[in-house]
């Protein structure tokens, strides 16, 4: 569960603002998304690979194979 102190004084749109922060900084949405469709290990791992070589490529300079 999500705990945002506010402070005497404090509007709701701040205590808002800081529990969505929290919230995206939790990463509930991110879990519920890949919990919602059962991916294969081997296309995980595959799916690991390709965008290992597209950070090569993207910020290694080297051609990518």
């Keep these: 569960m ?6 005497e004084g404090e509007s709701i749109e701040k205590a808002l603002k800081k529990y969505k922060k ?4 939790i ?6 998304r890949k ?4 991916t294969k290990p081997c296309i ?4 690991t690979k390709l965008k290992a070589v ?4 993207t910020y ?4 990518a194979i």
């Design 2 to 7: 999500i705990v945002v102190q506010i402070k």
């Design 27 to 32: 990463g509930i949405v991110k879990e519920l």
């Design 22 to 25: 929290k919230f995206e900084k």
């Design 54 to 57: 597209y950070v090569q490529a």
């Design 60 to 63: 290694g300079g080297e051609q």
């Design 44 to 47: 995980n791992k595959r799916m």
């Design 35 to 38: 919990r919602s469709a059962f």
